[in-house]
Nanobody, 124 residues
Framework: VQLQASGGGLVQTGGSLRLSCTAS????????IGWFRQAPGKEREAVSC??????????FTADPVKGRFTISRDNAKNMVYLQMNSLKPEDTGVYYC????????????????WGQGTQVTVSS
């Protein structure tokens, strides 16, 4: 499975972005999908994750983004999205989507496939 994340950019504090994750060579509905981010000098961290559509569809959202970020799927388009609202400068980083086996997973080491990342920069 080859993943590609897109939709990043430069936005002011309080703005919104929607990141998209698309795949070739695989159907995303059968994978758990995670959105991770990595800021300069920091470890990669889970932002939001969702289990596969053939499980319970459960989600995880990290505390720093809870209430602002929402993960969702569009199985017809083979896409997973991360809607990011009320963005803050501390949300700046490279955002990656990753795919793994079906159940909800929140650690980067549990994901098997990674996209190339998309830069999100939030200016103050």
């Amino acid at each position: 499975v080859q993943l590609q994340a897109s939709g990043g950019g430069l936005v002011q504090t309080g703005g919104s972005l929607r990141l998209s994750c698309t795949a070739s060579g695989g159907t995303l509905r059968y994978y758990a999908i995670g959105w991770f981010r990595q800021a300069p000098g920091k470890e990669r961290e889970a932002v939001s994750c969702i289990s596969s559509s053939d499980t319970d569809g459960s989600t995880f959202t990290a505390d720093p983004v809870k209430g602002r970020f929402t993960i969702s799927r569009d199985n017809a388009k083979n896409m997973v999205y991360l809607q990011m609202n009320s963005l803050k400068p501390e949300d700046t980083g490279v955002y990656y989507c990753a795919a793994g086996i079906s159940v909800l997973r929140t650690r980067a080491s549990e994901y098997d496939y990674w996209g190339q990342g998309t830069q999100v920069t939030v200016s103050s």
